[in-house]
């Protein structure tokens, strides 16, 4: 069975906003990203089109809808893909330094902030702009017994061109109580990170790589 394209369409009244421009060179720039992406953008003039027919209604009624919906839902499928194979794979990533006894699920939640801006949580895959700054926690249970390690990794032309691809392992810094990792976003590219806890010189949990897009 084929998966059906998820559309979120929003009605406004208001016209002479410039919407249909904004909504056909953002559709082609999404569609440039992937083949997958080109493929999600026309069901969704192919809806559009025969809205139009069916309800017998003009070209702006029907491109009124909300431009960051139809962006989140395609960030939304960009989460699923695994990235464990592609960064396993650099040279330049070190290897986990503990015995590795996998016993607990660990996943990382991350928030990022901007001056005058309360913090927003982000997803893995999610876009950010470059200059932000990011922070990491991890959800898994009874923390308080293992020591919280992080693996950060560049990717991209800027990172390598200053030297900065990392691949190395970090302690945690305590924030709000909590033992999170702090980063500063310098770099367009793909980076990664992930969260490994550790008691008695032996990992016990390991977060999958969570993605942070820098354009």
């Not at 839902?73 to 006894?101: D, G, T, V």
């Amino acid at each position: 069975m084929k998966k059906q394209a998820k559309i979120i369409a929003v009605v406004n009244q208001k016209g002479g906003t410039a919407k249909t421009t904004i909504v056909e060179n953002l559709g082609i720039g999404l569609a440039r990203q992937d083949k997958r992406d080109e493929m999600y953008f026309q069901c969704f003039i192919n809806w559009q089109h025969k809205l139009e027919q069916d309800f017998a209604l003009d070209s702006y009624e029907t491109r009124a809808f909300s431009l960051n919906q139809l962006k989140q839902s395609l960030n939304r499928a960009s989460r699923n893909i695994n990235y464990e194979n592609n960064i396993n794979s650099l040279p330049y990533q070190k290897k986990p330094k503990w015995p590795m006894r996998i016993e607990k699920e660990v996943e990382i939640e991350a928030r990022y902030f901007r001056n005058g801006w309360r913090p927003s949580r982000f997803v893995s895959g999610e876009e950010i702009r470059k200059g932000i700054d990011l922070q990491f926690v991890i959800r898994a249970d009874h923390l308080r017994v293992y020591d919280i390690y992080w693996q950060v990794t560049n990717t991209g032309y800027e990172a390598e061109r200053a030297r900065q691809i990392r691949g190395d392992f970090y302690d945690s810094q305590i924030v709000e109580g909590k033992k999170a990792r702090k980063e500063s976003m310098s770099y367009s590219g793909e980076h990664f990170v992930e969260a490994y806890i550790v008691k008695d010189g032996i990992c016990y949990g390991k977060s999958k790589p969570f993605c942070v897009k820098i354009h």
